[in-house]
């Protein structure tokens, strides 16, 4: 079986769900519009449902690839925990927003939600115990143990990310800037080792 044929469907079909919604979408469109065949389609996927997890789990992939490249660079840790935090806030938005009606179908189903944020959520904490401990060893960060620290981050983020989606901040009055800035405050303050000032 050939990976780009796979990835061929999968974007085929994300195309579908985000103009059209999971509900309105059949696999013989998705075979249709792919160019591929039913055939082809149901070789490697046995269902619509399996197809979306799978549109689901590329688009994860997606969001973990552009945070995963801040790993590398060459600054100091609390430099990368803010550019973490920031690409974090707009690949998850951008990722929903992409997928249009998709968005909905997403958030609707709770237990299809969980089941793809699980591997977000394994590499996203071990991003940011990496950079705490990047933090702990330059002695930027107060932190005692880098993953209590990083989990207790990680959930934080999360709860911002459906009113981040849906603009409720800005629905309030309150400028994406605003939020972005109380966020590391609030992060900040509470690890940064007493002296720095930012």
Avoid: C, W
């Avoid at 405050?185 to 940064?192: C, D, L, N, T």
């Amino acid at each position: 079986m050939s990976n780009n044929t796979r990835s061929e469907l999968i974007e085929v079909a994300r195309q579908l769900f985000a103009t059209q919604g999971f509900d309105n979408t059949t696999m013989n469109e998705i075979a249709a519009k792919s160019g591929k065949g039913r055939r082809t389609l149901y070789t490697y996927f046995k269902s619509k449902s399996e197809v979306f997890m799978a549109v689901v789990e590329t688009e994860t992939n997606r969001i973990i690839e552009h945070i995963e490249d801040i790993l590398p660079l060459n600054i100091p840790a609390d430099e990368k925990l803010k550019r973490y935090i920031l690409s974090r806030l707009d690949q998850v938005k951008d990722t929903v927003v992409r997928n249009g009606s998709l968005k909905a179908e997403f958030f609707r189903d709770v237990i299809k939600l969980e089941h793809a944020r699980r591997r977000l959520d394994v590499r996203e904490l071990a991003i940011l115990r990496a950079i705490l401990q990047q933090g702990i060893e330059e002695g930027t960060f107060d932190v005692d143990n880098a993953s209590v620290v990083a989990v207790t981050i990680h959930y934080a983020l999360r709860g911002l990310d459906l009113p981040n989606i849906k603009g409720q901040f800005t629905a309030l009055g309150v400028p994406t800037i605003r939020v972005r800035e109380t966020i590391f405050k609030m992060i900040f303050y509470g690890i940064i080792r007493t002296g720095r000032r930012y």
